[in-house]
């Protein structure tokens, strides 16, 4: 009889080690499934920064170019169309020629023109614009090198490009090399040009413009409406079975893969509406409807966290049902509401497949200047760097996803901060 106590115990020890040892084993398996997670997200940016990190350099070469205005043929220097008009390509070709006077032949002199870039001449033009006093004197300017001279430049010893450019080519880099007359420099072009076919002269400017136009028309719309929509099911909407259908679906359309949306809206906007492809003003239509179960999940989520009192006080002091929504609910809601159309909008810009559909995938170089320009997106550009045949384009991709992810951490930074920020705990 003494022994049963004692077994007991000991069933019980067994019960309770058993026990805390799958807790301690469901931790385990907890704390390996985080980090792998952190290595593989430690993986990914190791990947694209190393990637992408000379995207944001660009290698140049000194010249010394005489302007002479005769040459030009610029009869008068306070005349911009005359400097606008005139070829500077010449002048270009012969501070370089200068600067190699060995080189003789046709054949070696295109070699040694094609270490620069197509868009020198547009460089010198440009400063001779902004100064018409440079007309006349010699030019030391740094101009921007060709892509296989940028790749070759960048590389640790250059043994993995040679095969783009030749002995000669190599020879004349090393001596440039050797005279500080090839370094490189800051990309601004890379924030400050268009799309371009030549990689050393595109830039994500125009890009990021139709970004900005796009989601503007996203939030435009779809903030008020999903707020509106909310506002209607949680406080006016009659629970039936026709509210039920329409709460089932927004939750659906939240998980409809957004290809979808991108169909719908070019059979209804541009085969039924006939508005342009490839503008802002389609692609933020279409991005509001993706963004909207997003923002009306979580608008109606806001809404339903105000406590019933605060409803039951306002009502009371002789509040109608408009003002204690107005006044008291929304503003209490809005944390929440602010943070999910945050959320919704970092999620829209990171969409690629839907506008594919509308035709936001042309080539454009031209900045757009509105919502009905000709434009693309971030994700957009990053898809057709990728798919582009020139080896530069793997370090454009990977820096436009570089400046695409600080973007969408800042977009989410600023959601996580406005609900702290913002919100009451009741």
Known sequence: MNNIPSKQAQLVAKSLAKRYGAEKRFKAYGVASIAVGLIALLCLFVGIIGSGIGGFTQTKIRLHIDLNAEELSISNPKDAEQIKAADFQPAVRKALAARFPEVEGR????????????????EVQ????????????????WVTADDDVDTYYKSISGKAFTD????????????????????????????????????????????????????????????????????YLEEYAPRNKFTDFI??????????????????????????????????????????LITLPTIIISSRAAIKSVPPSIREAALGIGASKMQMILHHVLPLAMPGMLTGAIIGMAHA??????????????????TPSGVLSSATVLPVQIFLWSDSPERAFVEKTSAAIMVLLVFLICMNTLAVWLRKRLERRW
């Open 126 to 141: 440009a400063k001779v614009a902004a100064n018409p006093a440079l007309l006349g004197t010699q030019l030391d300017i």
């Open 247 to 288: 709460e089932v679906n927004i939750n659906n359309l939240a998980a409809v893969p957004s290809v979808i949306f991108g169909l719908l809206g070019l059979a209804i906007f541009i085969n039924l509406f006939h508005l342009p492809r490839s503008v802002p003003l389609v692609g933020g239509l279409v991005l509001t």
């Open 107 to 122: 054949e070696a002199k295109r070699s040694l023109y094609s270490m620069l870039s197509m868009g020198v001449p547009a």
């Open 164 to 231: 783009r450019l030749n002995e000669k080519e190599i020879a004349w880099l090393q001596d440039l090399i050797a005279k500080g007359e090839l370094e490189r420099q800051f990309n601004w072009s890379f924030f400050t040009a268009g799309d371009s076919a030549e990689p050393e002269m595109a830039g994500i400017l125009g890009t990021l413009l139709g970004s900005i136009f796009t989601l503007s028309v996203t939030l435009a719309l779809a903030f008020p409406i999903g707020v509106a929509a909310a506002i």
């Open 349 to 366: 810009l990171g969409e690629t497949a839907p506008l594919l559909m509308i035709g936001m995938v042309a080539f454009i170089m031209d």
